[in-house]
């Protein structure tokens, strides 16, 4: 049972617009929500986190929404620039469990100049 | 600052051979560690994680193994590799239970068993 699930496999946006990459989640549990940029042959880098306790988290061009009550959460880039390019992949922590992330399977996401 | 090192980075092994990846942690104690799997096609499935020396559990059956002989070592183990365990091994460590608990990633070990 996929517990975060990244419906969208890719996207393709133009630089200079929004990037909106989507994720939604089953279980109810999850404390904590991460996104995560990889780039081929290397290990995913953090970017932004959310609390369940707050809807929203901005850090520079990179915004994190959260709708609890539609288990759905997203992450804003804007503007988008080509050094974007990547795979981002969405996780959750449990809040019964410290210690273990649960990932989606990911969005690659490809910014054309 | 805090380093994590994998490796080897690239490995090419026959079916039935032994595997062994190893990942180091520098400039933190008591991290917990984690292996990850990136199969292709697949998100990142988490293998074992680790909350001290010799304490290991397991998220999945498989024929893979973990041990964590000192504190910021982290090892993967086969007896016998299957086709199957071919793709993109993570280690990863954080540390703490407070907040978000974010992993910092290695750059990965790419295994193809043929």
């Known amino acids: 049972d996929q517990q975060v699930k990244q419906n969208s496999p890719s996207l393709s946006v133009q630089e200079g617009r929004i990037s909106i990459l989507n994720c939604d989640y089953t279980?109810?549990?999850?404390?904590?929500f991460l996104w995560y940029k990889k780039y081929p042959a290397e290990g995913p880098t953090f970017l932004i986190s959310?609390?369940?306790?707050?809807d929203k988290n901005e850090d520079g061009r990179f915004t994190v929404f959260l709708n609890k009550s539609a288990k759905h959460l997203s992450l804003h880039i804007v503007p988008s620039q080509p050094g974007d390019s990547a795979v981002y992949f969405c996780?959750?922590?449990?809040?019964?469990?410290?210690?273990?992330?649960?990932f989606g399977k990911g969005t690659l996401l490809t910014v054309n100049p | 600052s805090q380093t994590i090192h994998q490796w080897p980075a690239t490995l090419v092994q026959p079916v039935g051979s032994p595997l062994s990846l190893e990942c180091t942690v520098e400039?933190?104690?008591?991290?917990?560690l984690y292996w990850y799997r990136q199969a292709a096609g697949r998100g990142l499935q988490l293998l074992f994680y680790?909350?001290?020396?010799?304490?290991i559990s397991s998220e999945v059956p498989q024929n893979l193994s973990a041990s964590r002989p000192q504190d910021r070592q982290f090892i993967l183990s086969s007896k016998k590799l299957l086709l199957s365990d071919s793709g993109f091994y993570l280690c990863?460590?954080?540390?703490?239970?407070?907040?978000?608990?974010?992993?910092?990633f290695g750059a990965g070990s790419r295994l193809t068993v043929l």
């Open positions: 990863a460590w954080s540390v703490g239970r407070a907040g978000a608990n974010v992993l910092t």
């Open positions: 279980n109810s549990m999850f404390d904590y």
């Open positions: 959310i609390s369940s306790i707050k």
């Open positions: 996780a959750a922590r449990s809040g019964g469990s410290n210690y273990k992330l649960t």
């Open positions: 400039g933190t104690s008591n991290p917990n």
């Open positions: 680790s909350v001290g020396i010799g304490q």
